[in-house]
């Protein structure tokens, strides 16, 4: 069982306000991911951190930031949202390392933001 | 640039059939294939992970298996239950170590 949490679940904002999306991993996790997914559509990595410090931009490029304090936290941050912003925000974590068991990854229940 | 591919997109079948899911990939130097699970409006739950040096990996009713060098994976669903139905990915991990997802395939089992 996953022990990943993000909050919140669903969110409706309006047009240039800022917004937080939460992701915790209570795994000691050091890899952390923030993936875009539209309905029925791939999922596209924004974000990555290998750890403490540690922030990477994915292969979709996104106007959101995301910071890496502790290790169990990975929030991602949405400073003026638009209406193209509107998705489901997924985060995922996994083991460091190429080990047996070191790269499953592990999803969050994902965060649906809808910008008006 | 890896790419994932997942043939058919959908595909809807009555109870009790053995499945089997299809998944290409065109860069074989992967470190390993998993294969996830969605329901709607959910995240992703992790079904079975393959590494690169193996060629199968079983859980229960499901099969997973590895063909690299001709870019392949199959996942086999044996005796299919209405609550199968899902959105089932797959995913490669490469040397850039970011995994790369296909589109998924959706299944529907009708009781």
């Known amino acids: 069982e996953a022990d990943i949490y993000q909050t919140p679940r669903y969110l409706v904002i309006g047009t240039g306000k800022k917004i937080t999306l939460e992701c915790s991993q209570t795994m000691g996790h050091d890899k952390m991911y923030w993936y875009q997914q539209d309905p029925g559509m791939e999922l596209h990595l924004i974000h990555y951190s290998y750890g403490v410090n540690s922030t990477e931009k994915g292969d979709l490029s996104s106007e959101s930031t995301v910071s890496r304090i502790r290790t169990e936290h990975f929030p991602l941050t949405l400073e003026s949202a638009r209406p193209s912003h509107t998705s489901q925000y997924l985060c995922a974590s996994s083991e460091y390392g190429t080990g047996a068991s070191g790269n499953t990854i592990y999803f969050g229940e994902g965060s649906w933001l809808t910008v008006v | 640039k890896q790419e994932v591919t997942q043939i058919p997109a959908a595909l809807s079948v009555p109870e009790g059939e053995n499945l089997v899911l299809n998944c290409s990939f065109t860069?074989?130097?992967?470190?390993?294939l998993q294969w996830f699970r969605q329901d709607p409006g959910k995240g992703l739950t992790s079904l079975l992970l393959?590494?690169?040096?193996?060629r199968e990996q079983t859980s229960g009713r499901l099969n997973a298996s590895l063909d690299k060098s001709s870019g392949r994976s199959t996942l086999y669903i044996a005796a299919s239950q209405p609550g199968d139905s899902a959105t089932y990915l797959c995913a490669v991990l490469g040397g850039s170590e970011k995994l790369v997802f296909g589109k998924g395939m959706k299944l529907t089992v009708n009781p």
């Open positions: 860069d074989s130097a992967i470190y390993n």
């Open positions: 393959i590494q690169s040096s193996q």
